[in-house]
């Protein structure tokens, strides 16, 4: 293993395994995966039994509620597939029905945000085809965890308090999560009886337990009561989808996505544009470097939000996004000098939490499942909170993302593996709305341009493009490098701007000359990267 000569501030080291390794945000739901993997489950059952599991303890970010994207590389033959496990609009909530309703833009929070949730049915689709234990035995872990409790983690006691101020606008979700008001304290032992429940019915009934009966009757009832448009026959209608990997070629390794209605598609843009630049001759860490970086993010986010939707009932131009030449175009539209405020648009030839898991053959499972914000629409059932995937919906008519019935959002959950020579290199994901796809760049040109190993990585300190020439650095970014930013006209948000979020990341990377599993875990988050 090479370790490129940086040192950041947590100075964590590289966890390291021969057989399996599970690296996720939460150690108890690593520790889900792990024992799955001991037991001699796969990647994928791993991955199934961890995003359970993190559904009891990190409910703030993820659930039965919500949706899941997943990326499994089949070592035996090679192959990678992809699942879409988002869900979609209630096929009553068009956008006339919207207007009617007397909106000019998506709400945030309640019934209308909900679209239904996709994660239990991806959980059962992807453990079906590429799994080696019954769903049943996955789901074990998890409702341990709901069923026994579990001692909230520091980090994620933190996030939880945010519902403390909420409680009395989403009742639903304050008695599900809440103790007496109050959100449960670091190392208190917190219980979900109700969700061990529903999770103990999927485990016995499969998703139709789920979809159909009293679960989904319970969600569709609380959804109605909040003003929202979903039906039984909405829930019961839900599918999952496989879809064809969209991927590219950077300076030696190859980057594989979910496709739209993901954002994965704008990281792979922006490697694209930034294979131009010498980043190594820049230096990590110059103002060069940042800023190269930051107008490669802008161009592609603003392609994205002009032409990403769902390409099953509005066409995207997937192919042109990711054309070689037509990332030199834009390419060429970086003044590396300046900072652009507004990005423009090109255009394009027409053609939260995350985890990772590597198993003992090589197989790989990269999965993320998310509410959106934080507990989602402030609406929950049976133990579960419910997503609010809606709220990224457009109301403007007639763009790719404009609400439809039956249509899913555009979506920021995103999956990532990467290939050296056609073989598995890594399985890698950074959660966290839209730095997600910030994320998997940096990270990126942290291994493949600077060296770094996995935990190197995730501890390097990130920058984040918000909006116009609005960008957020992270501390380790010196004062030097944020005044020559400044003075190009990067205009740099306040470090104590309560908006500032750098994300989360995971990976699980295999070493070219041992063949190891080397592991590194997000230095801002709880969890883990554990092997054995």
């Known amino acids: 293993m090479h370790t490129a000569p940086f040192r950041f501030l947590t100075r964590r080291s590289v966890s390291m395994s021969l057989n399996g390794m599970v690296a996720t945000s939460q150690p108890l739901a690593a520790m889900a995966g792990l024992r799955i993997l001991m037991q001699g489950g796969n990647a994928v059952d791993a991955a199934v039994a961890t995003a359970a599991a993190l559904n009891a303890v990190e409910p703030v970010s993820t659930g039965a509620g919500g949706d899941a994207f997943a990326l499994t590389y089949v070592a035996k033959t090679g192959a990678i597939t992809a699942l879409n496990a988002s869900g979609r609009a209630p096929k009553a909530q068009s956008l006339g029905a919207m207007r009617r309703g007397g909106h000019a833009a998506m709400p945030t929070h309640g019934g209308l945000t909900v679209t239904v949730p996709g994660a239990v049915a991806g959980w059962a689709d992807i453990v079906k085809r590429h799994g080696s234990m019954p769903l049943g035995e996955v789901l074990k872990p998890a409702i341990g965890l709901a069923e026994h409790g579990f001692p909230v983690s520091e980090v994620i006691a933190g996030q939880w308090r945010s519902l403390e101020q909420r409680a009395a606008q989403f009742p639903t979700l304050a008695q599900a999560y809440l103790i007496d008001g109050r959100a449960p304290r670091p190392g208190e032992v917190f219980k979900n009886p109700a969700l061990a429940r529903t999770l103990h019915a999927i485990a016995e009934g499969g998703p139709d337990a789920f979809y159909c009966g009293p679960i989904a009757e319970s969600i569709v009832r609380v959804v109605q009561e909040n003003s929202g448009l979903m039906t039984a026959e909405d829930m019961a209608a839900h599918v999952s989808t496989w879809d064809e990997p969209i991927r590219t070629d950077y300076h030696g390794a190859t980057i594989v996505e979910c496709p739209p209605n993901g954002q994965g598609i704008i990281a ?265």
């Open 268 to 532: 792979l843009e922006t490697l694209n544009i930034l294979e131009g630049f010498d980043l190594q001759a820049m230096r990590y860490g110059s103002a060069a470097y940042y800023h190269h970086l930051l107008e490669a993010i802008k161009l592609a986010f603003v392609d994205a939000q002009t032409y990403v939707g769902d390409p099953r009932v509005a066409h995207v131009p997937t192919a042109g996004l990711l054309d070689k030449a037509y990332a030199a175009k834009r390419r060429q539209s970086i003044d590396s000098k300046r900072a652009a405020s507004p990005a423009v648009p090109g255009r394009p030839r027409d053609g939260t939490v995350y985890l990772s898991v590597i198993d003992r053959d090589r197989s790989a499972c990269s999965f993320i499942n998310s509410n959106y914000m934080g507990f989602g629409s402030g609406l929950a059932a049976e133990g579960v909170a419910l997503q609010n995937r809606g709220a990224l919906f457009s109301l403007e008519e007639g763009h790719p993302n404009c609400i439809a019935p039956g249509k899913r959002p555009y979506h920021t959950i995103i999956p990532a593996l990467a290939l050296k020579q056609d073989a598995l290199w890594m399985s890698f994901g950074v959660m966290g709305g839209f730095v997600q796809p910030q994320g998997h760049v940096q990270v990126v040109c942290n291994m493949v341009d600077f060296g770094m190993n996995p935990q190197q990585a995730l501890d390097a300190p990130r920058a984040i493009w918000d909006d116009g020439a609005r960008v957020d650095l992270e501390d380790g970014i010196g004062d030097g490098v944020r005044a020559a930013l400044a003075a190009m006209g990067h205009l740099l948000m306040l470090q104590d701007d309560p908006r500032r979020y750098y994300g989360g990341g995971q990976i699980v990377a295999i070493d070219e000359n041992s063949g190891a599993l080397l592991g590194g875990t997000e230095p801002r988050k709880d969890g883990v990267a554990i092997g054995y």
